[in-house]
């Protein structure tokens, strides 16, 4: 039974396989996007996906200015505007396009990004002036932390800060120039040390005016006094965009203009005060040498320079630049090209130096054209020179001009008494 079981079942053998040591190598190729978006799936996914573009500009998050090629939805110079993100995976994902975390950041900014103070846009333009040497990440390296904190913020607000402050000084010290130049007439030059105090307490003041008015991001520093830190809480200017850990008021707006008055007022009354303690001691050095010597253009008193000044900069410079505080939020939000940004806001800026530089020298008692000389002073005499010179160089060039008369034939005396005349 057991023989005819194992004859007539047919059962398998077994054999054991051999060894093999080759090692198996697969090679793949990376799949393509062959336009067909897996499924229209990638369509639904913004800010990518396979399946066609989203209707939007991938570079548009960063808040930044496009390069105009490939329409975007803009509108000639002008772009749509987009809301910032405050979320904390947009936050890691700038870091992690830039190969950074939150511990490369600087101490000055690490804060502010753990507490949700900076957008996404905000850190691509901190980013993008952090990772490429330059000017600008040498002086906020270069500057103290907490004044190099103030600039980081006013930087990660508005990336064209420093190209402002730039042109705000040219336009500054173009028009104290040309006034020194109007007034002063012949004496601009040997009156150079009064044009240079002059214009550089101009250029000193409007500095410290574009800086406390420009918007910030930079995270407020803790401070002692509660009343310290709620004026740290309070915008720069009226037209400052809130944050959503910085949700500005209507008073806390008002707040902010009465606090940047006094900041301002403080400014003026410091450069006007300066500047006319160093006319002053300029004159006083040149009478030293000439006691008769009279400036071209009188240097106002130092209580009324310091108090024009003050009222000049609290009062009207800072209602004049808080609305360009505003006509540059919106021409940030809406301008498509960074030249359009600071071709428009220039122009804003200069028209506005234009105008308060006629209520300023009103205020410090300053004349606004050339003044007349003073009886008896060096530029009376100079002038009096100087006309008696022009008033002889005239006759001597009449005289020149002038045809030379005849000459008259002379006659023999003879002739004249009547000796030797012709029969």
Not at 92 to 105: C, F, K, P, S
Not at 189 to 218: F, G, I, K
Not at 225 to 242: T, Y
Request: proline fraction near 6%; include cysteine.
């Amino acid at each position: 039974m057991a023989r005819g079981l194992g004859s007539s079942s047919g059962g398998a053998t077994l054999e054991r396989s051999k060894l093999s040591l080759k090692q198996r190598v697969t090679q793949t190729a990376p799949k393509l996007d062959d336009g067909m978006g897996g499924g229209g799936l990638g369509k639904g996914v913004f800010n990518g996906g396979g399946g066609g573009d989203d209707g939007g500009d991938d570079d548009d998050y960063s808040g930044g200015f496009g390069e105009g090629d490939d329409g975007g939805g803009d509108d000639g110079f002008f772009r749509k505007v987009l809301s910032e993100l405050y979320d904390a995976r947009a936050l890691a994902a700038v870091l992690q396009e830039w190969y950074r975390g939150v511990g490369d950041l600087p101490f000055v900014l690490r804060q502010a990004v753990q507490m949700g103070l900076v957008s996404s846009a905000s850190l691509v333009r901190f980013m993008a002036m952090d990772v490429r040497p330059g000017v600008t990440r040498a002086l906020t390296r270069a500057l103290p932390p907490t004044v190099s904190r103030e600039v980081v913020g006013r930087l990660m607000a508005d990336p064209a800060f420093m190209q402002k402050l730039a042109l705000e000084q040219a336009i500054t010290i173009a028009s104290s120039l040309a006034y020194e130049a109007r007034t002063r007439g012949d004496a601009f030059l040997s009156e150079l040390d009064l044009v240079v105090a002059n214009t550089l307490s101009l250029a000193a003041a409007n500095a410290a005016l574009v800086y406390l008015v420009a918007p910030t991001r930079a995270a407020p520093a803790p401070a002692r006094h509660a009343w310290r830190n709620a004026l740290a809480r309070l915008p720069n200017n009226v037209f400052d965009a809130a944050t959503p850990m910085r949700a500005y008021t209507p008073g806390a707006r008002a707040a902010a203009l009465g606090v940047k008055c006094a900041q301002l007022c403080g400014v003026g009354l410091v450069a006007g005060g300066a500047q006319a303690a160093l006319g002053r001691a300029l004159c006083a050095l040149r009478r030293a040498r000439d006691p008769t010597y009279a400036p071209s253009v009188p240097v106002p008193a130092l209580g009324k320079s310091a108090l024009g000044a003050a009222a000049a900069m609290g009062v009207f410079a800072n209602a004049r630049y808080q609305v360009i505080a505003g006509v540059d939020r919106y021409l940030f939000d809406h301008a498509a090209y960074l030249w359009s940004y600071l071709a428009a806001s220039g122009a804003f800026r200069a028209l506005s130096t234009h105008l308060g530089d006629q209520t300023r020298l009103y205020l410090q008692g300053m004349p606004l054209e050339r003044p007349a000389p003073a009886p008896g002073s060096t530029s009376e005499r100079e002038a009096a020179a100087r006309e008696l010179a022009k008033a002889l160089k005239q006759q001597v060039a009449a005289r020149q001009a002038a045809p030379a008369p005849p000459r008259r034939r002379k006659r023999p005396a003879g002739f004249e008494m009547g000796i030797g005349a012709p029969a």
